[in-house]
């Protein structure tokens, strides 16, 4: 289920906040704190990197799993690796052995 987006109201129009309060266990907090003093950046930004940093971990396991379920499949495998090579080598490729 997506999240649900909290906006205020200006002037009859929705408006998203351009900073918020995140609450965390204080175990966490101390972590963040540790990481923004070790990298000399503000709570804020190691909170950014982290998110980002999850968002690439996921796209990459999502990916991986998509890359597991085609070579499941052979002809979608082999599909794939004929494109992949004709798109490195710039020229058509055949797998016909004939």
Known sequence: MAAKKRTA???G???RPSHTTVRVDA???GRLMKMSDET?????HV????VR???HHRFHEQLNEDYR???EDPEAWAAFVKDQDEWLLGVPVSRDNT
């Not at 000399?40 to 804020?44: A, D, F, H, Q, V």
């Not at 909170?47 to 982290?50: E, K, M, P, T, V």
């Open 9 to 11: 109201k200006a002037k």
């Open 13 to 15: 129009r929705a408006v």
């Open 27 to 29: 175990d966490t907090h």
């Open 40 to 44: 000399g950046k503000s709570l804020g």
């Open 47 to 50: 909170i950014s990197d982290a």
């Open 53 to 55: 940093a999850l968002e």
């Open 69 to 71: 379920a085609m070579r």
